[in-house]
């Protein structure tokens, strides 16, 4: 459910939308998602002062808690 919720959030932040992608990967009993965005676009999702970033990450850990779950959002291009 965070996945789909990060990749629909992404993608209106973004002006390359078909560039947005969202991987789900375990490490070490988490969840990580890799957010991949296009180069020129890294600088929108992660906001002034990664205010954006930070929101997403808010909201990636509030899905996660009603599961009981460990999720952690990382932001590459």
């Not at 990967?25 to 957010?35: F, P, Y």
Request: proline letters at 1%; zero cysteines.
């Amino acid at each position: 459910m965070s996945k789909e919720i990060v990749e629909y959030l992404a993608r209106r932040l973004v002006d390359e939308p078909d560039e947005v992608s969202v991987e789900e990967i375990e490490r070490e009993g988490a969840i990580v998602l890799q957010l991949h965005v296009a180069k020129d676009d890294v600088g929108k999702v992660i906001g002034r002062q990664g205010r954006i970033a930070r929101a997403l990450r808010t909201i990636v850990r509030a899905s996660a808690a009603r599961r009981e779950q460990r999720v952690m959002l990382e932001i590459l291009e």
